[in-house]
Structures are given as C-alpha cells and as structure tokens.
C-alpha cells in the first residue's frame, strides 16, 4: 500500500463545475497535511494545509480532513481553466525532520 | 512572502561534469531546506534534508557521494550532482522551512541534462 494515494486522473470537469479531489494515507499518526498545485514544467505552489478534521475554506478552494477516515481532499468551486493541473496532497507525518510524503497526483482538466 | 529561488532554472552538461544548483530563501530564513528530484509524469521523491550548519540527511538509496549538499547559511543550501550521468537527468526541486514553521515553499526548479 502507498503511504499516500491519489487517482492519476485525469479529471475533467467543465467550466463554473466543482471538483473534487481525494487523497488517502495510510500514517494514522499523520499530523498534518498540504494541497499543492503543479502546471507542467513547473514547481509545486501551495493551495492549502489543514491540520484538524473538518472543512478549511480560502476563496475557491475548501480542503476536508477526515482522520478517523484517513482521507484529505480538495474542493475547487466555479472551476476554471487556470485551474488545469497537477495536484498533489502532502502528508507530514511528524517526527524528526517534518518531511513530507506526496502523492503522484491528481491531474485536473477544466474544459471550456 | 516565503519565496525561494533557484540557480540555475537549466543546465545542460557532458557526462562526468559535476554541476551546482543553489536554493536561497529571498525573504525568511530557511532552517532546513529540501532537494527533491522529480521524473516526467512521477510524484517528488525527496532526495536528502539539510538543516543549517549540519550535514544533510539523505534518504534511502541516495548516493551522498554523488549527491553533495552543503547548508552554509539560513537562506542558502546548494545541490552538487557530481559525475552527472544522463541518468541523473531530471529535474531537482528544491524547498525551504522556516524554524517551527511546517508549511515547504519550492524553488521554481532547475531542469538538468546530462548528455
């Protein structure tokens, strides 16, 4: 089992849609956890982090933690096609170091 | 805030050449700093951590020898891929911590070829 999983995609959602990201990890002693967002070619930049179960909303974006679930996703309201990418869920699992685990990533299409 | 820089964004080199990338944190001071190598259509895999004014702790399976890192101040660290082979073509990916912040800011990347 992969510490941390995300379906490759990819996902198409149409433009003003909302999508839905999902990331499982298997640390149940994870602590917190990171949405990044990577266009082709370039570094990841960050969305978002959450460190407690529930919904965390900033602008278009709502992260969801569910730790009992293991489970982390990302909403994208009124998706556009900027939104188009790679997005990659990170997970800490605490200990020395704070590095993080990322999944392969989930690529996004948002189509006019 | 939190930007971090890379140099250079692209290098091209001969096989056996050694070649330095550098990471700076522009606008905080990165106690530790991350390298990261990323193959096309593949998940970062983390390479080694470096904390400022020790040696790096490198992961499992990679080659401190090969993969020189030095972490001299708290805005700079520098990747040295040494007798670069065309597999180690790739690119490298660095990212910067704040001292007790958990939150990594990544480098714009540097794209190495090894012919």
């Known amino acids: ?112 | 805030g939190a930007v971090v820089s890379q140099h250079p964004s692209r290098v091209i080199c001969k096989s056996g050449t050694s070649v330095k990338i550098e990471c700076r944190s522009l606008d905080f001071q990165a106690t530790t700093m991350f390298w990261y190598r990323q193959f096309p259509k593949k998940s970062l895999m983390l390479m080694a951590t470096s904390n400022e004014g020790s040696k790096a702790t490198y992961e499992q399976g990679v080659e401190k020898d090969k993969f020189l890192i030095n972490h001299a101040s708290l805005t700079l660290s520098t990747l040295t891929v040494t007798s670069a082979h065309p597999e180690d073509s790739s690119f490298y990916i660095c990212s910067a911590r704040s001292q007790g912040g958990e939150t990594q800011y990544f480098g714009p990347g540097t794209r190495l070829l090894v012919l």
């Not at chain 1, 003003?16 to 956890?33: E, P």
């Not at chain 1, 293991?70 to 590095?99: E, F, H, M, W």
Request: aromatic residues 10%.
């Open chain 1, 1 to 112: 089992q992969k510490e941390v999983e995300q379906n490759s995609g990819p996902l198409s959602v149409p433009e003003g849609a909302i999508a839905s990201l999902n990331c499982t990890y298997s640390d149940r002693g994870s602590q917190s956890f990171f949405w990044y967002r990577q266009y082709s070619g370039k570094s990841p930049e960050l969305i978002m982090s959450i460190y407690s179960n529930g919904d965390k909303e900033d602008g278009r974006f709502t992260a969801q933690l569910n730790k009992a679930s293991q489970y982390v996703s990302l909403l994208i309201r009124d998706s556009q096609p900027s939104d188009s990418a790679t997005y990659l869920c990170a997970v800490n699992r605490g200990g020395g170091g704070n590095k993080l685990t990322f999944g392969t990533g989930t690529q996004l299409k948002v189509e006019l």
